[in-house]
């Protein structure tokens, strides 16, 4: 059974860093894309960061405007395990986050018009996670 999960969430301050991990089982991530996601009280589900798969892709990342700059998606093939750095985190990423895997590459191209939607059309049969609750607050 494949299975996803996600760790690494807490509380932490404005200003601070958490990091958190996707592992999985029963999945060689290597061969997969990966995402993740947030999703806060009332609002919808954000797409916030994407690598490509390692193994029959390009490894190339994309991120949301909102993080960009201040998350980093990232992979450890040896560890099966897929990383999200947050730095600089402010009281609006408190969220859920959660990952998600699917076999397709999708190419930078596809993110550059609509970032959500990519994210949306890359993993809409994906794996996922049960999530990571990360909450920012002073």
């Known amino acids: 059974q494949v299975q996803l999960v996600e760790s690494g969430g807490g509380l932490v301050h404005p200003g601070g860093s958490l990091t958190l991990t996707c592992a999985a089982e029963?999945?060689?991530?290597?061969?997969?894309?990966i995402g993740w996601f947030r999703q806060a009280p009332g609002k919808e589900r954000e797409g916030v960061a994407y690598?490509?798969?390692?193994?029959?892709?390009?490894?190339?990342?994309m991120y949301s405007d909102s993080v960009k700059g201040r998350f980093t998606i990232s992979r450890d093939n040896a560890k099966n395990t897929v990383y999200l750095q947050m730095n600089s985190l402010e009281v609006e990423d408190t969220a859920v986050y959660t990952c998600?895997?699917?076999?397709?590459?999708?190419?930078?191209?596809?993110?550059?018009?609509?970032?959500?939607?990519?994210?949306?059309?890359?993993?809409?049969?994906?794996?996922w996670g049960q999530g990571t609750q990360v909450t920012v607050s002073s």
């Open positions: 690598i490509n798969r390692s193994d029959g892709g390009t490894g190339a990342t």
């Open positions: 029963n999945l060689r991530l290597s061969y997969w894309s």
């Open positions: 998600a895997a699917d076999m397709a590459a999708f190419r930078r191209s596809s993110f550059s018009e609509n970032f959500q939607a990519a994210m949306t059309r890359a993993f809409v049969a994906g794996h």
